[in-house]
């Protein structure tokens, strides 16, 4: 009878631990728990069967069922053991992760603040006046619902971290600013308001040592609680209340009471999404400014702004350089910290002096290094391609014997692929060439060739070169040239100058572009203008685009040989190029050639 009454209680105990486990499952919704409902739903049935089973009983099955249930009890406890712990190293991860979050770290440091006052308060009133604040602001702002002071005095937020993701954090900092106020207030009932005003400068700088992020939402607390309240309250009544009621007519978002304290709540209902910094400086600047006359008369002009003055010196040492960095102390009238506004003019000065001397000192490194660089370059490329000549015309020599058969018969195949050797050694060559006109032209061997001959003559011949390339792309040419003007000088040269430009502007102007061509007579001169609507080039390296071995666009490759070359050329003809250009809407290319009329 008595183990019959032992069964029951044992399987009334079991039910109800199953069913906590059960309901915290509900809640948390963990795997290790259903494990652990497993384990313990064998546990009453082990129960129930002992009262039906008797080792007399004709049910031979149980003496197999027990060791059954035991060992599914502590298969089920080892998974749920294994799995809890699974659950714990997760939840570490989960935490670091929230920890990365601006709006978690926002709302941790809200949560050291007002730590930081419950800290004090606690052992002089304990924590029932906190607990009752608490539950006041909760009522005003249901979004501090789930916060609490837990049994070790101490203020917990962690629920709130589960829906911070759904909720501004402007919303989250004024529930925030109104309850550390109000922790602020309990405090300043025991202490003195100067020892108060210390304690809240130490809380924020320990706050934003550990994340410099909430500085945007505690400065308008320093600024206003720290610097300009404590002025405030030293002066008279009346004066107090004229303040208020001017202030607070302003709909500024600043309030002020009977009392001299200030409130900025809704300041954090007006932040912008950017500038933050500058919006709470323009408020404060505001602020000080109404106050101040008032603030004057009623304790004296050099008094105030001798208290102002030490208040922002007193001021978080992290803070007040973010300030004073976001040009605070240039903004302040005239009286506080002028010792600063000195300062900060003389580093300034020496600042913009440093900027430029060392702006000067880059360019003629850079101007001397690539001066040293390209001199370098063009002895190397002139020793280099005469080396490389030599063997070129035993290879081209070669290719040419073999096409005429004088080596032996070819196949159509290799005749083919001799071709195509026969191409690439002419464009190596080519491409030599190039590279030895780069230092400069022979004014003695030019003299010997120049020539008169129609501009539109060879312009046209050039177009139809690039007929090919402009069909490819859809891009249409316009050419207009009177037929009576002649440029004088190497035909060769200066049609290779002008092709290269015309190449240039097929190259960086997108299909369907459009390109002028056009000239006209300049004095003595022949001005040929070639225009394109392609992607254009900046200013900083339009200057630049004549210089040997300069590719502006990595990404198009060469060598950065095409328009030095024309500039070689031009030059050495007597002539000047240059170019214009906008970003987006393409580029103007201008030639002036020695030249006149046709005979």
Known sequence: MIGEILSFVNIILSVSI??????????????????????????????????IWSPGSPFKMGVVVYPISVIIIEVSMLIAQKNLIESIKSGEEEEYKMLLRDDIAILRAYEHLANFFIGRIVPLIGTSSIKELLESRIEKHPVLSGSFVGVDERLNTRALEEIVGKIEVEEISL?????????????????PADKAIEDLRKATEKVMEKN???????APIVLFKTVL???????????????????????????????????????????????????????FIYALNKMRPIIQQSIGEENANSMITSNFRKM?????????????????PKGILEEEKVTLMSREKLIEELVDRRKKLENAYRELAEAELGKMKATFLDVVAHELRTPLTSIKTYVELFKKGKLGRLTKTQK????????NVDKLTNLINDMLQIPSIDIKELELRKEKFPAEEVIGEIVEDCSTLLSEKSMSVSVNIPSSLAIQGDKNLLGKAIKNIIGNSIKYTPSGGKIKISAKMEGDKVHIKIKDNGVGISEDEIERIFDPFYTGNEKEGGMGLGLSIVKNIVEGHGGKVWAESTVGKGSTFHLLLPGGKND
């Not at 009621?245 to 600043?254: H, Q």
């Open 175 to 191: 529930a925030f600013y109104e309850l550390i106020s109000g922790l602020l207030e309990l405090y300043s009932a025991f202490v």
């Open 229 to 283: 309240e404590p002025v405030l309250r030293k002066c008279r009544q009346e004066d107090i209340m004229e303040i208020a009621i001017m202030v607070n007519r302003s709909k500024s978002g600043i309030r002020v009471n009977k009392d001299g304290k200030i409130d900025v709540g809704m300041l954090y209902k007006e932040y912008p999404e950017k500038e933050k910094t500058d919006f709470i400086i323009d408020k």
């Open 416 to 423: 083919e692929k001799l071709e195509i050797m026969e191409e």
């Open 212 to 218: 410099a992020m909430i500085f945007d939402w505690i």
């Open 316 to 332: 978080p040492t992290n803070i007040k350089e973010r300030l004073y960095g976001e040009g605070l102390v240039e903004k302040l």
């Open 18 to 51: 199953l069913v906590v486990i059960l309901m915290v499952y509900s809640v948390y919704r963990r795997v290790y728990l259903l494990w652990f409902i497993l384990s313990f739903s064998i546990v009453p049935f082990i129960f129930v069967y002992s009262l």
